[in-house]
């Protein structure tokens, strides 16, 4: 068995390989550069693994072809973030969109592919508008985003879209895929490499920092390793077709700051909320932040409802002031290697 991973650098991606690589498989992790993604060489595996570093574009439909020709099993980790991102359609709806597409036809071409799973978002399944407090499951969907509006969630939604319909497409021409779609909050946890601490880590790694405030944001969060674990679970468990919401936790910004006081006292984390005001005033020179972003985050909040899916997976998800511990700890130990 020959397992693609695509984003294999990624936060998610490498901890994937990590797992694939443990069990022994024979693992062609696609990245950007190579240069980028040496680290994924050191891990830790079994003595019959074997990980191979492919330099793949989704936009280039022939690189992906290439890629994935010779492999079985499909882990579709690739992902572009609105972190810091100046065209949105160009950097983060392109290649999710058009690269799945590209991955479809690639696939389509490779008869040997039967497994796919996607690493998808809450934020396809959490709407562009929505009411605060409310609770989402797996089976909602962002059916309200557009490219102005949420491009993000937009691009996550359609995403799925395509793939789901790719496999239904490949069931009516009697070739059977299995699909499994995951769907992390924002992801916390142990990082391989400093590119992992400006995605959804820089949340935790404003704790690390000297400013002496948060603002006054609502964070959902899951470990990475659970979250790699849910891929890996689905390969051979739970339902065809089946979307996974992973979630633990949670906690407003200042809350987090509270947990750290007790979980690591001797420091005095951040725990006092910016004014909103001030909040806007910062966004306006704040190389990731934007005024449209905190209109939308500032004060709001929802829930997430992750079913049966612990138990579909046999998974038991961290306690989330575990992930808070090692995420801090790993924070820590790479700041002293850099």
């Not at 690269?99 to 709407?127: D, F, K, N, Y």
């Not at 407090?133 to 691009?155: L, Q, T």
């Not at 949340?203 to 959902?220: A, C, D, E, S």
Request: proline content about 4%; some cysteine; overall charge neutral.
């Amino acid at each position: 068995m020959v397992v693609l991973v695509t984003g294999a650098a990624g936060f998610i991606g490498s901890h994937v390989v990590q797992l694939l690589l443990e069990r022994g498989a024979a693992v062609r992790a696609t990245v950007r550069k190579l240069e980028n993604a040496r680290f994924l060489e050191t891990l830790p595996k079994h003595k019959h693994a074997v990980v191979e570093l492919v330099e793949m574009n989704l936009l280039d439909k022939t690189s992906v072809i290439e890629a994935v020709r010779g492999c079985d099993t499909v882990i579709h980790c690739a992902a572009s973030l609105m972190v810091g991102v100046q065209d949105p359609q160009r950097d983060v709806i392109d290649p999710s969109i058009v690269g799945t597409m590209h991955l479809c036809q690639a696939i389509e071409q490779e008869a040997a592919v039967h497994t796919v799973i996607h690493t998808s978002s809450v934020a396809a399944i959490r709407p562009t508008n929505y009411t605060n407090g409310h609770s989402f499951s797996s089976s909602d969907w962002c059916d309200d985003a557009s490219p102005d509006s949420n491009p993000y969630g937009f691009a996550k939604a359609e995403a799925e879209r395509k793939i789901r319909a790719f496999v239904k497409k490949c069931e009516e021409n009697a070739r059977t895929i299995r699909l499994v779609t995951i769907h992390p909050s924002i992801v916390f946890g142990p990082v391989f490499h400093k590119r992992h601490t400006t995605g959804s880590m820089a949340f935790l790694k404003h704790f690390t920092g000297k400013l002496p405030f948060v603002l006054n944001m609502h964070v959902n969060f899951v470990d990475v390793r659970d979250v790699a674990q849910a891929h890996i679970a689905a390969l051979d468990c739970g339902e065809d077709g089946a979307r996974h919401l992973l979630h633990t936790k949670g906690l407003w910004m200042s809350g987090i700051g509270r947990e750290l006081r007790t979980l690591r006292p001797g420091k005095k984390w951040a725990k006092m909320t910016l004014p909103t005001v001030f909040a806007y005033a910062v966004a306006v020179f704040h190389p990731k932040l934007n005024v449209r972003q905190l209109r939308s985050s500032l004060g709001s909040h929802v829930a997430y409802d992750c079913g049966d899916m612990e138990e579909a997976l046999g998974l038991q998800l961290r306690p989330y002031q575990q992930t808070l511990e090692d995420s801090l700890d790993s924070l820590s130990e790479l700041s002293r290697k850099v």
